[in-house]
């Protein structure tokens, strides 16, 4: 059953998951559970502002690919470039090939390697591909591509962080979010947000409905499947795995998108 979001919930998504100028009261498992539930409104927020920069340029005369590196880089400056330096540490420690231990110390060093490098640059590639190829169909495609690809990445934090899911460290962001969101919760999470993104992409067209609904859906699942693959690896999450899982996202999102 859905529940009104909470005002700490909503500074706890807020103010850890963006730059916006929004206060986080408390810390506690309660507000970390609501923060992550109302993660996906927080990439909703994203998104727009994401999209709204992309259309800006387009009304000004600019090219869609320009229009795609701004809707793109919105993201990453909303959100301190933390998810994507989360992801280039994930790549570095699973790329590593060591035991978890010296993996997750690998992830902690402020250096980034060649792992973590090569797939910062292809995932920014493919986003920036995705969202220039989009718009190249319309402005309302690539605005629609932007905020579903945001609100999708959020949204894999709280399925990320459900019951079950545990820390790889006792200290960090990660320890403080795992396993908060009762699984029942996050599967409600999911289908709410992939049917909101079905009736938004109903607006271009029945099939449009369902490209925009299985983009969440793969997004989630490749998103589960790194998840699952750093568990395994490192004994549980990290800050840095929930970036590496928002990106993955979010890039898979994009890219079922403009498929077909």
Do not use: N
């Not at 992550?36 to 927080?42: D, H, T, V």
């Not at 919105?74 to 470039?81: I, K």
């Not at 320890?175 to 049917?195: D, E, F």
């Amino acid at each position: 059953m859905l529940q009104t979001p909470s005002a700490d919930g909503l500074r706890f998504a807020f103010g850890t998951l963006t730059v916006l100028p929004v206060k986080v009261t408390r810390w506690d498992r309660d507000a970390a559970r609501g923060g992550m539930l109302c993660a996906p409104l927080a990439g909703l927020t994203v998104g727009v502002l994401a999209a709204a920069a992309g259309l800006l340029l387009l009304a000004l005369g600019a090219g869609t690919l320009l229009a795609a590196v701004a809707t793109a880089a919105v993201p990453a400056v909303l959100t301190r470039g933390l998810h994507l330096d989360g992801l280039a540490d994930t790549a570095d420690g699973l790329g590593s090939g060591k035991p978890a231990e010296d993996a997750l110390r690998i992830m902690k060093q402020s250096d980034i390697g060649p792992f973590g490098v090569l797939t910062l640059l292809f995932t920014l590639l493919a986003q920036v591909a995705a969202l220039a190829q989009a718009y190249d169909g319309s402005w309302a495609r690539g605005a629609l591509a932007a905020v579903v690809s945001a609100t999708a990445a959020r949204l894999a934090l709280t399925t990320a962080a459900r019951a079950g899911v545990s820390a790889a460290r006792p200290e960090g962001l990660g320890a403080a979010v795992a396993g908060v969101v009762p699984t029942g919760r996050a599967l409600t999470a999911a289908a709410v947000v992939t049917l909101t993104a079905a009736a938004a992409g109903a607006s271009l067209g029945p099939y449009d409905a369902l490209r925009t609904a299985l983009a969440v859906v793969c997004a989630i699942a490749l998103a589960e499947l790194l998840l699952r693959h750093c568990v395994r690896r490192f004994g549980g999450v990290t800050g840095d795995v929930f970036g590496g899982v928002a990106e993955t996202a979010a890039t898979t999102a994009l890219v079922v998108l403009v498929l077909g």
